[in-house]
């Protein structure tokens, strides 16, 4: 079992920025992989970021590309999302969760483990 905390979310105004955290614990391996979802009201969970923990590579959705960054800390089981230029339809609920297999997928019935989310809400 892996265990997922997000921290970080909260009320900002647009062009503002914010840094999700995602702490995992528990029975990790280095091969698993990390993704940010989120999900506005009445819409569904989109990917938003991920990363391999192995080698550190990553992929975005084009939403987001240019803006955000997601990165890990190795020594802390921790993946961060770095927020820049937020606008109003970021607005949602961000949570993480892991793949155990390693891959960055943009389905979400590919992860196998989810943190509880974290609000982010961007004013105009």
């Known amino acids: 079992q892996v265990q997922l905390v997000e921290s970080g979310g909260g009320l900002v105004q647009a062009g503002d920025s914010l840094r999700l955290s995602c702490a995992a614990s528990?029975?990790?391996?280095?091969?698993?992989?990390t993704g940010w979802f989120r999900q506005a009201p009445g819409k569904e969970r989109d990917f938003v970021a991920g990363?391999?923990?192995?080698?550190?590579?990553?992929d975005y959705a084009d939403p987001v590309k240019g803006r955000f960054t997601i990165s890990r800390d190795n020594a802390k089981n921790t993946v961060y999302l770095q927020m820049n230029n937020l606008k109003p339809e970021d607005t949602a609920v961000y949570s993480c969760a892991v793949d155990s297999l390693g891959t960055i997928s943009k389905r979400t019935a590919s992860y196998d483990y989810w943190g509880q989310g974290t609000q982010v809400t961007v004013s105009s």
């Open positions: 990363i391999k923990w192995s080698d550190g590579s990553t």
């Open positions: 528990g029975r990790t391996a280095s091969w698993y992989s």
